[in-house]
Nanobody, 122 residues
Framework: EVQLVESGGGLVQPGGSLTLSCAAS????????MSWVRQAPGKGREGVAV???????RYADSVKGRFTIAQDKAKNTLFLQANSLEIEDTAVYYC????????????????WGHGTQVTVSS
């Protein structure tokens, strides 16, 4: 069973930092594309950062230069280092995995964690 469990959210002041973690299990982590997605109150989901199976990363313009996505393959854990946090970063942050059955598969299934709340407030 695929499981994604986020942690590390909390209340921080503007300009502060948080490290979010996603503990993953139940799939081949090394060939999955991993993402962080957030959803602010009353808004749709916004892709924040992606790290694909080849190690390439990309970021939403809104977080570029402030957030960093990384992973520890040995521990099957995905991280999001969020620096210089702004009030607009307040959202529930979700970990997502685009999983393949094997390295030759051309299709993926997306799985989601349940999210961790990040609140940026003075």
């Amino acid at each position: 069973e695929v499981q994604l469990v986020e942690s590390g959210g909390g209340l921080v002041q503007p300009g502060g930092s948080l490290t979010l973690s996603c503990a993953a299990s139940g799939f081949i982590f090394s060939i999955a594309d991993m993402s962080w997605v957030r959803q602010a109150p009353g808004k749709g989901r916004e892709g924040v950062a992606v790290r694909d199976r080849g190690g390439s990363t990309r970021y939403a313009d809104s977080v570029k230069g402030r957030f960093t996505i990384a992973q520890d393959k040995a521990k099957n854990t995905l991280f999001l280092q969020a620096n210089s946090l702004e009030i607009e970063d307040t959202a529930v942050y979700y970990c997502a995995a685009d999983c393949r059955y094997n390295s030759y598969s051309t299709t993926t299934n997306r799985y989601w964690g349940h999210g961790t709340q990040v609140t940026v407030s003075s």
